[in-house]
């Protein structure tokens, strides 16, 4: 079946710097590639999305590619602040959302002032 | 605009007993409707998908008659854990998708709803 793989927090950056979650997928066919983010006491939101290879999804700062050739869509964002202190869920989708989403096991973001 | 809730929050209840967990989208109309839980420090697991009006697909290993999914109304889902056991204490979210002329791929998340079983 397929299956999503991210790297396992928690993750601690200052502010300011640079970030990177790193995420892989295992999956037939073209699934469409997500970014959830669920911050304290919140539901999951929707940080971005790529629905084709080479597609990249930006939102808020962040961009995550999709990279076909090595199954990843990596999350990255040039200069963190501590207000993107949450939770990242990288996820993936097929038949264009008639399914449910299978979620990486997220990953804690903490960043420091 | 896109706005799911859940309720309850939180609900504590004893062995053997039933409990009824709502999911509402408050300010759209939800063609599907999906249901996931998640144990601490694990992934979100998918375990049902609602249609409004049509019996729901559930994932394998889940238990249909232990997690009864209605989807009476293209704004309500209910999920009702019968007879629940303390291996039923989870967190259990909702999600929906909107109507197919309009972005179905995006998945709209309530809050959660915390389940303990004495």
């Known amino acids: 079946g397929d299956s999503v793989t991210q790297m396992e927090g928690p993750v601690t950056l200052s502010e300011e710097a640079f970030l990177t979650i790193n995420c892989t997928y295992t999956a037939t066919g073209y699934p469409s590639l997500f970014w959830y983010v669920q911050y304290p006491g919140e539901g999951l939101q929707l940080l971005l999305k790529a629905t084709k290879a080479d597609d990249k999804g930006s939102n808020k700062g962040f961009e995550a590619t999709y990279r076909k050739e090595t199954t990843s869509f990596h999350l990255e964002k040039g200069s963190v602040q501590v207000s993107d202190s949450a939770v990242y869920f990288c996820?993936?989708?097929?038949?264009?959302?008639?399914?449910?989403?299978?979620f990486g096991k997220g990953t804690h973001l903490i960043i420091q002032p | 605009g896109a706005v799911v809730s859940q309720h309850p929050s939180r609900v504590i209840c004893k062995s053997g007993t039933s409990v009824k967990i709502e999911c509402r989208s408050l300010?759209?109309?939800?063609?599907?409707m999906f249901w996931y839980r998640q144990f601490p420090k694990q992934s979100l697991m998918l375990m049902a998908t609602?249609?409004?009006?049509?019996?729901?697909?559930?994932e394998q290993g889940v238990e249909k008659d232990k997690f009864l999914i209605n989807h009476a109304s293209l704004t309500l889902s209910t999920l009702t854990v019968t007879s629940a056991h303390p291996e039923d204490s989870s967190f259990y979210i909702c999600?929906?998708?909107?109507?197919?002329?309009?972005?179905?791929?995006?998945?709209?998340f309530g809050p959660g709803t915390r389940l303990l079983v004495l």
């Open positions: 300010d759209f109309q939800a063609t599907t």
């Open positions: 999600s929906a998708s909107q109507e197919p002329y309009r972005d179905q791929e995006t998945q709209y």
């Open positions: 609602s249609n409004e009006g049509s019996k729901a697909t559930y």
């Open positions: 996820a993936l989708s097929q038949r264009g959302g008639a399914d449910g989403l299978t």
